[in-house]
């Protein structure tokens, strides 16, 4: 499916990890577009950050890495640590250790701006790679956001106001809990780390200057976030290029025949936009 299948390494001793990356270089001619400085349309490439327990190899990845193979531009799939064929220990995942990874993966194999198509969780790492690029004086590689059934601070927002006492009780004593999920036979897992780590990334305590396009889509039927989180992240988001699109009937996963036509419709309007 993909032009190479390649690895990064991040990390020292414990902290060591091997992440899992496809890259599909842009063809001739629309490098050419990327790389002259020029050139009247400069087509970015696509980067996917995927959510909580995802992986690349998930329809919309897969479909985005189609999408892209079919006109001819760069795209750079990765699994975060703990996840899909990267290696890593899940438990020792959180927020930030994931955002070093997305922006290593960024820094490492993609060229020129990009469009970055976060999912769920994705969404959330997304805006913060925005904020730390801003920091080191990089805005420019990043072109917009095309974001998924967004779910930043999901672990405070979402999850942290709905744990009961015993749950409260788990993640001191054992450092970790278990709820079942009906995308998979195996519980999901929240460790007290990524609590902990979660609220240092926090994006919904002020306002969020990507200093690109946004387009959110988020399905109405979503059980795992709200719709209600996606409004109140265009609170935060204070640029006029923010566009937000309701799908009435759709899920979280956003992965039916339909879902996936929004979203390449999208990245096409970014891209050529």
């Known amino acids: 499916m993909t032009e190479a299948n390649e690895q990064i390494e ?20 629309a490098r050419m577009a990327q790389q002259d400085p020029l050139c009247a349309t400069i087509r970015p490439g696509l980067v996917w950050l995927g959510g909580y327990r995802s992986d690349m190899m998930g329809t919309k990845a897969v479909e985005l890495d189609r ?18 064929r990267s290696g ?3 438990m020792q995942g ?11 993966v960024l820094d490492r194999f993609t060229h020129g701006p990009q469009l970055l198509i976060g999912s ?5 790492i997304a805006l913060r790679m ?16 095309l974001l998924l059934a967004p779910a930043p601070d999901f672990t405070s927002a979402l999850h942290e106001p709905l744990l009961t006492g015993a749950q409260l009780q788990a993640l001191e004593t054992n450092g970790y809990i278990e709820e079942a999920t009906p995308y998979g036979p195996e519980p999901n897992v929240y460790t007290k780390a990524l609590f902990d780590d979660g609220r240092k990334n926090q994006v919904l305590d002020g306002l969020i200057e990507t200093g690109c396009p946004v387009h959110i ?3 109405m039927e979503d059980p795992d976030v709200p719709y209600a989180h996606a409004l109140r992240l265009v ?21 039916r025949p339909q879902d996936i036509a929004m979203m390449l419709n999208a990245v096409s309007a970014m891209v050529e936009g």
């Not at 892209?68 to 640590?81: M, P, V, W």
């Not at 959180?94 to 290593?104: D, G, K, P, Y």
């Not at 769920?120 to 959330?124: E, F, T, V």
């Open 94 to 104: 959180t927020i930030s250790r994931w955002l070093e990874e997305s922006l290593a």
């Open 130 to 145: 925005v904020q730390e690029l801003h920091k080191e004086g990089l805005s420019e590689r990043v072109c917009g956001l």
């Open 217 to 219: 889509i988020q399905g």
């Open 120 to 124: 769920s969780m994705g969404a959330w």
């Open 10 to 29: 991040l990390g020292k001793g414990d902290a060591f990890r091997t992440l899992a990356v496809d890259h599909r270089a842009a063809t001739d001619q």
């Open 235 to 255: 609170e935060h988001l204070p640029s006029e290029d923010v566009v937000l699109t309701l799908v009435r009937d759709g899920d979280h996963r956003l992965s």
């Open 67 to 84: 999408f892209a193979q079919s006109h001819g531009l760069e795209c750079t799939r990765f699994d975060y640590s703990g996840h899909g």
């Open 88 to 90: 890593g220990d899940f």
